[in-house]
């Protein structure tokens, strides 16, 4: 990978949002388990496979975590074999089912289930602190949303969500394009920033964007950081504090 590999040299940090700023993984893995359940007993009904409920750990890593949510959907049924429920075209069915999502996501969010990890806020006031440039980068169409319910907006200096990737023509997680848009909003060499993520579609995302460095962190099982290495990431961490960042040159 081409570009810096010491995170002094960095210019600018590029930083998932669910699981790495903030606690929402579990309201989103709540949010699919619901709506894929309620697919996968109406499929049984209706003679398809035994019901076997979606596993919010396995089933989310594997296929939705950090995706957009049509390609999560699309992944998901493939890997059980089935079709999505309901009148309409199949297309139109998938989108049926993200909206459903969505909705159970957002009761999930104006019920105020928010949590901004505590070492998440620390190292985004420190990176900021010193001038160095931030971004959010999710594949979550509810990103800005999350951000200024939970207080952290200002933290950031460019916003990529997934209700950016169809208007700006921009693939979703794996695919690289949101971290380089994001770098190019920020006028950063992505050569010289940094991408933050706890998704494996994430990790190989920055490995697949040549970015200078890619930080996983896991705050999951001892296998996830494995994972997470073996997509791509630099170096894995638990908490962002355990960075002990020298920023930008500055200490």
């Keep these: 990978m081409a570009g810096p590999r010491d995170l002094g040299e960095i ?68 890997s059980r074999g089935i079709a999505p429920p309901g009148d309409g075209t199949e297309e139109e069915r998938i989108v049926a089912l993200g909206d459903r999502k969505n909705a159970l996501l957002r009761e999930s969010i104006d019920a105020g289930g928010i949590v901004v990890y505590p070492d998440a806020r620390t190292t985004l006031e420190a990176i900021r602190g010193a001038g160095v440039r931030t971004a959010l980068v999710s594949s979550s169409a509810n990103a800005e949303r999350i951000l200024e319910l939970s207080g952290t907006r200002g933290l950031f200096d460019v916003v990529v969500s997934g209700a950016d990737l169809v208007p700006r023509g921009l693939r979703g997680k794996p695919a690289p394009d949101s971290y380089l848009a994001a770098a190019a909003d920020l006028s950063v060499d992505h050569a010289r920033a940094a991408v933050v993520e706890d998704a494996v579609s994430g990790v190989t995302a920055g490995r697949d964007g040549a970015f200078g460095m890619v930080i996983g962190v896991n705050r999951h099982a001892p296998d996830h950081a494995d994972a997470l290495r073996a997509a791509g990431a630099d170096l894995v961490v638990s908490r962002l504090t355990d960075l002990n960042l020298t920023i930008g040159g500055h200490s």
Aim: no cysteine; net charge negative; glycine share 8%.
């Design 11 to 78: 210019d600018a940090y590029l930083f998932d949002m669910d699981g790495v700023l903030t606690d929402t993984a579990r309201l989103h893995a709540a949010a699919w388990k619901s709506m894929f359940d309620d697919v996968l007993r109406t499929t049984a009904s209706g003679g398809g496979p035994a019901f076997v409920p979606f596993d919010t750990r396995m089933d989310y890593e594997r296929h939705v975590d950090g995706r957009p949510r049509l390609d999560g959907i699309r992944s998901f049924l493939a």
